[in-house]
Structures are given as structure tokens and as C-alpha cells.
């Protein structure tokens, strides 16, 4: 099935004349507007949401505890209200490297800038270039990306329709791939995707790159890794989707060399037909369907991004590790694989043993410092979107291709291996957000389920408002 045309195949029958007389281009109208409908709605509840906060209660009590060298500020009193939702916390790094670059020849002073990887800031410094301020240059990045990622999520999800996979799990046809677009939109984290942040571009290059692996279009993959290596530390992870969909697909650009083997029968020993033993069944599974070319050679060019960034930073005096080693100057360790999910578990359990004591004076969680109070909501925060995220992993393993769920646990490997110790899940939000497989799913459960949707639609929404308020007046969210 073309997946230009899957919407309506979805809709409409195929003996209905009117499938056959829809331009070709029919697809691509419909995801840009049902993209641009999320994108300026979402990010108009952004906005008020933020600048309402702002106006009713002011900007907090630490406004000027990180703002290096007046970056976040300095538009006036309207610019500065309007970029509240926009430049707080990390976003005063980026704009920082945006202006003055890495400076690794000044040693520890600026090794925390290395955790940011450079693509964003190199974007920002660009569009800089023409006498844009910093921080509007970083909305209109994080924007235009954040529109290309919703109209690829939507394209995306229309070929997984297309394939029949999510076909089956509800009877929602088109709206299935509205749906991911919105749930993306409107995500509780989502206020990020127009923050001077990383996340949209790093989401629109990982979708580019499904959408270009899908299609076989090898080189554009490569490079689309290259940039999302470049992006984010866990760029590197999307060598391992692509190559599994390389290897075993599902591939529009050509069919596949070998049958999926090991679900077959074998004739057994007095003429009948006997089911495969399970180690057999196993090995064809293993079974590459396809044969390796050379254009497999253009994911050698996805961990590019990574190189460069360390050559970048040995060049200019400094440590080509680097990047790497900053994830402990920002406080997180290596404690083994997914153990950081035991570690958010006993956080959030002191947390609650915290909050009903009803006392500051004897300390459940001593190692994080601060407000008692403050961090057990913290600590219960971020372990509810852990568990909330746990039926959306599952639900991407057993409905989309393997390709999605190796991805997804891949990806959460970085936050969950490497935990914070004040904050054993902190940015772990952020971290899902991203994860655009999980919405994908998410749209797919919740089409069939009228009164599941408009709920899960109604406290996302709300629950982006509240957390956008509380980023712009200068509070930590994730």
C-alpha cells in the first residue's frame, strides 16, 4: 500500500472510485494539518499557561540564580515575559556555547558545557548570524523542528497503518495517526519541544531517520544519525533500530531476500507434518530476511556526529572524552544496567515515608539535600512517569516492529543505568518524551476507547500547563 494514500485506504474502501481519483499528495495534506493543528494549539496553551503564571504570581524567587551573563534576559520586560516558557535552566547552556563555544582550554571551568552536545547550539549561533536574539533563534529552531517531527510522526504512523500492525489493536483507522500527533503536542513534558531545548530536533532527526530506514533510503539515514549523534548522547542508540530494520525490516524499498523462516512445519519421520522445535524457530527468527549491500555501509556514518564533537573538542585543547566524562560532573554515575529504576523506587518510597510525617526535622532521603518536602514530590514525580511509561513499552513491543521497542529500551538505558543520586530518575520525563514509539502505541490503544482518550487527552493537557508554569517561574521540572 502506498503510505501517500494509506489514509484513505484506512478510511474508505478500496471499491469506492473515489480512493482512485485522490491526487497522490492526499497524505501529505492531511499530516500537515492535522500537525499544524496540534502545533499552534499546543503551543498557544504553552504560552498562556506561562505567561499567566508569570503575571499572576511573578517569576520566583531564584530568577537570577542561573541566567550566566544575562542570556535568558535582557528583551525588555514584554520579551523577557514571553520567553518564560522558553529560557530557563539548560537553556541558559546552550545559548552559553551558542555565544562563547566550548572553551575546553579553560579546564574544569567549562567542562559542564560538554554535556551538551553541539548541533542545537551550532543551530542557534546560525541563525544568530542574521541579528536574531539568542533566545528567539532557539524558539524558532526548536519550532520548525517540532513541526517537521509531528508531521513525520504522522506520516510514520500512517505507514505502520498501511502495514496492518496497528490495524488490529482498534478500529480508529485515520485517526490513529491524528491521534500521535496530538498526544505528542500536548504531552506534559511537551512545553520542551518549544523551549530553547534539544528535544525537537533530536525528535524530528529520530523520526526522519525511522521514516528514511522504512523507506531504504540508507545514505539519508546515515545521515539524519549522524545529526542525532550529534544532538544527544543517546543519538548513538539509533544505530541499533536501523540496523535492525536494515536486516530484517519491514522495508518498502525492496522485498525481502528470505522468508521469515522457523514458523513453518517439517515433515516428520512417518510422513506427517510436525511443528518446529523451538530452538529451530528461534534461528529462523534470528534469520536475516535481508542481504547485506553496500549501502549498508551508510550507517557506519551514524556515530559521525559523536567523533566529530570529540575531535572538535581535542582540537581546541581539550579532552576528545569528554562529553562522557561530564556525566559526572552533573552528578550521575554508573550504577549497572536499569539498577537506577531500583534506585527510583527506594527515592520515591523515602518520599512518601517524608511527606507523611508531616516534619522537616528527621530526613528519609539525607543524600539530596535541600527541601525534604520538595524532593520526595520530586522523587514521586518522576517514578509516576516511570510507571506510566511501563504498559507504553510493552504495548510498542508487541504491536509495532521490533525495530521500535529496541529503540525505546535502548534509549531509556542512558537515564535508568546512569542515575543522578539526589534524583535517581531526574530527566527521566524529558528522556520519554522523545521516545515518539510510545505515543505511536498510546494513539493506537486509544482510539477504540472514546472515554479513555478524552480522559488521557484532558490530564496531559493539564498536567503540560501546570509543569510549563512552574519551568517559566523558575522551578525544576525534570
Not at 254 to 277: E, I, L, S
Not at 381 to 395: D, N
Amino acid at each position: 500500500m502506498n503510505p501517500d494514500t494509506a489514509e484513505l485506504a484506512i478510511v474508505e474502501t478500496a471499491s469506492e472510485p473515489a480512493v482512485a481519483l485522490r491526487s497522490f499528495d492526499s497524505g501529505q495534506v492531511i499530516a500537515a494539518r492535522d500537525s499544524w493543528r496540534a502545533l499552534w494549539s499546543s503551543r498557544l496553551l504553552v504560552w498562556l499557561a506561562a505567561v499567566g503564571t508569570l503575571l499572576a504570581f511573578g517569576p520566583g524567587p531564584v530568577r537570577t540564580a542561573f541566567n550566566p551573563v544575562g542570556l535568558t534576559r535582557g528583551l525588555g520586560w514584554l520579551g523577557n515575559l514571553l520567553a518564560a516558557p522558553a529560557a530557563r535552566w539548560d537553556a541558559a547552556w546552550y545559548m552559553v556555547i551558542a555565544h562563547y563555544g566550548y572553551r575546553p582550554d579553560l579546564g574544569p571551568f567549562t567542562s559542564p558545557r560538554t554535556a551538551f552536545f553541539p548541533l542545537y547550539p551550532l543551530g542557534l549561533r546560525a541563525i544568530a548570524t542574521v541579528g536574531v536574539p539568542l533566545v528567539i533563534a532557539g524558539v524558532l529552531l526548536s519550532l520548525l523542528a517540532l513541526a517537521v517531527a509531528l508531521y513525520g510522526i504522522h506520516r510514520l504512523t500512517t505507514l505502520e497503518l498501511a502495514r496492518g500492525g496497528l490495524a488490529a489493536i482498534g478500529a480508529g483507522g485515520g485517526d490513529i495517526a491524528r491521534l500521535a500527533v496530538v498526544l505528542t503536542a500536548f504531552a506534559p513534558m511537551a512545553f520542551f519541544f518549544s523551549a530553547v531545548y534539544s528535544e525537537s530536533l533530536y525528535l524530528a532527526l529520530s523520526v526522519g531517520l525511522f521514516w528514511s530506514a522504512r523507506q531504504g533510503r540508507w545514505a539519508l539515514v546515515g545521515v539524519l544519525g549522524g545529526l542525532a549523534a550529534a544532538t544527544r548522547s543517546t543519538g548513538l542508540v539509533l544505530a541499533l533500530p536501523a540496523a535492525i530494520l536494515y536486516l530484517y525490516g519491514p522495508r518498502e524499498d525492496r522485498p525481502a531476500d528470505f522468508a521469515a523462516a522457523g514458523r513453518g512445519r517439517r515433515r516428520a519421520a512417518g510422513g506427517g507434518w510436525a511443528q518446529p522445535t523451538a530452538a529451530i524457530a528461534l534461528l529462523g527468527r534470528l534469520r536475516p530476511r535481508y542481504r547485506l549491500r553496500r549501502d549498508f555501509l551508510w550507517l557506519g556514518l551514524l556515530p559521525a556526529g559523536v567523533l566529530a564533537y570529540g575531535l572538535l573538542l581535542g582540537l581546541g585543547g581539550g579532552d576528545v572524552f569528554a562529553p562522557f566524562h561530564a556525566q559526572g560532573v552533573w552528578g550521575r554515575h554508573f550504577a549497572g544496567p536499569y539498577v537506577g529504576v531500583w534506585d527510583g523506587i527506594r527515592a520515591a518510597f523515602e518520599g512518601v515515608r517524608q511527606l507523611l510525617s508531616f516534619q522537616r526535622h528527621h530526613v528519609y532521603f539525607a543524600v539530596a539535600g535541600g527541601s525534604p518536602f520538595v524532593v520526595a514530590g520530586h522523587n514521586l514525580m518522576l517514578l509516576a512517569f516511570l510507571l506510566a511509561a511501563v504498559p507504553a513499552v510493552i504495548g510498542v513491543l508487541r504491536a509495532l516492529p521490533i525495530a521500535y521497542g529496541a529503540y525505546v529500551i535502548a534509549a531509556l538505558a542512558l537515564p535508568l543505568s546512569y542515575p543522578v543520586v539526589a534524583q535517581p530518575l531526574m530527566s527521566l520525563p524529558r528522556f520519554l518524551v522523545a521516545l515518539f514509539p510510545l505515543n505511536i502505541w498510546l494513539a493506537s490503544w486509544l482510539v477504540s476507547r472514546p472515554r479513555a482518550r478524552v480522559g488521557t487527552l484532558a490530564l496531559s493537557a493539564v498536567l503540560m500547563a501546570v509543569f510549563v508554569a512552574q519551568f517559566a517561574s523558575w522551578h525544576w521540572v525534570a
